[in-house]
């Protein structure tokens, strides 16, 4: 069975634009969930979407937003992009509910100049 | 809010040596507890998953053990190699707000 995968590995982007990222779960797996990962801050959830649904969101703003399509795929996007937004940005994919393991992807590295 | 904290910080062993890693959650009421191994600039490798009901879990090398009364997990590494070498993340699943809330992590260098 395939793993996570996420793209693209590595984005470099500019103050100000918009970048999306895309993440595909393992197969079967309806739930995908979103972190942030920077040295200073750790790991932080961004959201969880589950059957195309949000079902759970961390405390970032308006400018972080996520979607799930039908196959379970799902995309991030950040607007008006921040220096501070560099980080690597992680997926994870579960069968359905909090009691299942999550299966992390390679994570999405972001670098905002 | 659901606080996770790992202690040590950071950690250097010589190989071979058994070693504790320590993990406190704030909230007891988690649907599970899980280990999380992560190399430099990689993503994450589950390596054990402890259910609310059960007490420890155990993998190979690796043992982790779960007390949701007093919130606290541990795990521990025997004979640690270098390649063990890595950052060891603990992660509380459920609580009041229904989510996955990690701990800052453990950077554990094994020394040949």
């Known amino acids: 069975k395939a793993g996570v995968t996420q793209t693209p590995r590595y984005l470099i982007k500019t103050r100000g634009q918009q970048v999306t990222l895309s993440c595909s779960p393992i197969s079967g797996h309806r739930s995908v969930s979103w972190y942030q990962q920077t040295p200073g801050q750790g790991l932080q959830f961004l959201f969880e979407?589950?059957?195309?649904?949000?079902?759970n969101k961390g405390n970032f703003p308006g400018r972080f937003s996520g979607r799930q399509f039908s196959n379970s795929r799902s995309e991030m996007n950040v607007s008006t992009l921040e220096l501070g937004d560099s980080a690597l940005y992680l997926c994870?994919?579960?069968?359905?509910?909090?009691?299942?393991?999550?299966?992390f992807g390679p994570g999405t590295r972001l670098t905002v100049l | 809010k659901q606080e996770v904290t790992q202690i040590p910080a950071a950690l250097s062993v010589p190989e071979g040596e058994n070693l504790v890693l320590n993990c406190s959650f704030t909230d007891s009421a988690i649907y599970n507890l899980q280990w999380f191994r992560q190399d430099p600039g990689k993503g994450l490798t589950s390596l054990l998953l402890?259910?609310?009901?059960?007490r420890e879990q155990t993998s190979g090398r690796l043992n982790a053990s779960l007390d949701k009364s007093s919130g606290r997990s541990t795990l521990y590494i025997a004979a640690s190699q270098p390649g063990d070498s890595a950052t060891y993340l603990c992660a509380v699943g459920g609580g009041r707000d229904d989510k996955v809330i990690f701990g800052p992590g453990t950077s554990l260098s094994v020394i040949p």
């Open positions: 994870a994919s579960r069968t359905s509910g909090g009691s299942d393991t999550q299966y």
């Open positions: 979407y589950f059957s195309e649904t949000q079902r």
């Open positions: 402890i259910q609310s009901s059960q």
